[in-house]
């Protein structure tokens, strides 16, 4: 059977930890979408992994599967298989050969690109790791697979072709002296050959490469568990998010199927968890009608709201939840839970689970709010609208719960819910009955032992 585990807001749910958790169970797990711009920490045995390519699975020895709708730098790949090594573990990980190849000039192109935006105030706030411009070359039908990688000619075929336009792009349009550049070699057809075809000798000489699906489904057959580990979060969708604010994937299940080469029916016949932190962050620009305080460090402002006691409100859960991006470092925008986020999400992506993450963050508050509705245009809204200016005029009706008292994270996980402050366990119901779907996790510190399990999906 497989489980499928999707962010139901803007990624940095905890989702690491509840495919860590669940993943037990699992025999392979596999990404769909995304690349190194994912950021996923997982406490094992009072070790801390910082993983943003390899599926967060590979910590406990689980076959790791990069599918085919995930965009692959293989210096990153390398550098965390690598690491990982020296310290102990043995990841097996295997990557698609129909995932796209994050060359060297998509992390340039990147960075451009944002820089021209930034002009305007119109940037996104990229993770900079050049994932936009090579799901762009994906859709124009100029990327370079990681199948590519394994045939020299081919290779060499793909680069003749595309690096000159790239540097074209980057030279007449951008105005870039790319012998300037950090990487000089970005947009030098010889030197990516000599590089990317060494990638692809190591991919061959480990035994790295496969048909994503047919491997996925043949694990299937021998009776193994299969997990699709989500990156980012539904609000980042290309397609289902606050366009242009977003990644460009899909992390709602429907990329599940498409960015591993197993059929929808296969996904959708197993259980899908949408992770929920018990609050909100953002990294990046884009509208977020219940956020808490202005911007933060150098978050792009687009919209600068809050200010006061949200202000300190919003320091104070920043600092207990350590909201800081795990790639880029950068502070997490914070607001109160979004009711018409979590329902639009769950329409997407038919949840038939939940993880409530970081309740223990929220400890000690007097009052905990929730954006229960949106107002439009004086109309009241259960849901997200589809445009990204139309959400920004939405206001949040909030609705305000009594605050719980601090707890021992170990101890109430180990107890149960139960033993859940009588105020969280209304807060979580809350959430299960406007969802109408049940907690199967509850998230109560970042350690291993600190999630309350009710339900074991697999
Ligand atoms: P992901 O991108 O969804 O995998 O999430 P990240 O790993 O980027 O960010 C989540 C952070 O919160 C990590 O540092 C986790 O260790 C931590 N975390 C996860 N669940 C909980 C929780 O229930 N409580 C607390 N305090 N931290 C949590
Ligand atoms: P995980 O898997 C939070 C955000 C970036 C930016 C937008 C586009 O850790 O939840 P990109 O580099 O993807 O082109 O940036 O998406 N973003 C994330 N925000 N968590 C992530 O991953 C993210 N990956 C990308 O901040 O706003
Ligand atoms: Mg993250």
Not at 83 to 106: F, K, M, N, S
Not at 119 to 137: F, K
Request: glycine share 14%.
């Amino acid at each position: 059977m497989t489980v499928t585990i999707v962010g139901s807001q803007l990624g940095d749910e905890g989702k690491g930890g509840i495919v860590d958790l669940y993943g037990d169970d699992a025999d392979v797990v596999a990404r769909y979408q995304g690349g190194d711009n994912a950021g996923h920490t997982v406490v094992h045995e009072g070790e801390e992994y910082k993983l943003s390519l390899v599926p967060s699975g590979a910590i406990r020895g689980k076959v790791g599967v990069l599918g085919n709708g995930c965009v692959v730098n293989p210096r990153t790949l390398f550098d965390e298989l690598d690491t990982l090594q020296e310290r102990g573990l043995d990841p097996d990980v295997r990557v698609a050969e129909r995932a796209h190849v994050i060359l060297p000039y998509h992390r340039v192109l990147d960075g451009i690109e944002e820089e021209v935006k930034s002009e305007s105030g119109d940037e996104v706030g990229t993770t900079g790791r050049g994932i936009g411009p090579t799901y762009e070359d994906k859709a124009g039908r100029r990327g370079v697979r990681v199948g590519d990688l394994l045939d020299p000619d081919v290779l060499r075929e793909r680069l003749e072709y595309v690096v000159p336009q790239k540097r074209a792009l980057a030279e007449d349009v951008y105005g870039l002296d790319v012998s300037d550049l950090e990487d000089p070699d970005a947009f030098d057809v010889d030197a990516l050959y000599e590089e990317f075809r060494e990638v692809g000798r190591r991919f061959e000489a480990e035994d790295m490469t496969v048909n994503a699906g047919a491997f996925l489904t043949g694990a299937m057959a021998d009776g193994q568990n299969v997990m699709f580990e989500g990156a980012q979060g539904t609000i980042i969708d290309i397609d289902h998010g606050n366009y242009p604010y977003v990644t460009s994937s899909n992390p709602t299940a429907g990329g599940a199927a498409v960015g591993t080469g197993v059929s929808p029916g296969v996904v959708g016949g197993g259980e899908v968890i949408g992770i929920v932190k018990g609050y909100l962050t953002r990294v990046g620009s884009g509208p977020l009608p219940t956020e808490l305080g202005g911007v933060v460090g150098d978050t792009p402002d687009y919209d600068e709201q809050g200010e006061g006691e949200d202000e300190d409100l919003a320091h104070y859960i920043r600092e207990e939840g350590g909201e800081y991006g795990t790639v880029t470092g950068r502070p997490r925008r914070v607001g109160w839970l979004d009711m018409p986020m979590l329902r639009h999400a769950t329409r997407v992506s038919g949840f038939t689970g939940l993880a409530i993450n970081h309740l223990d963050v929220l400890a000690g508050l007097d009052e905990v709010k929730v954006g229960h509705t949106y107002t439009l245009d004086g109309e009241e809204r259960e849901s997200m609208p589809a445009t990204t200016e139309q959400w920004a005029r939405c206001e949040a009706t909030l609705r305000t719960f009594d605050g719980w008292e601090e707890f021992d994270p170990a101890a109430t996980a180990e107890a149960g819910y139960e033993a859940l402050p009588e105020n969280a366990k209304a807060y979580v119901e809350y959430v299960e009955s406007e969802l109408d779907t049940p907690a199967y996790a509850i998230g109560v510190g970042p350690g291993r032992g600190e999630t309350i399990v009710r339900e074991r999906p697999f």
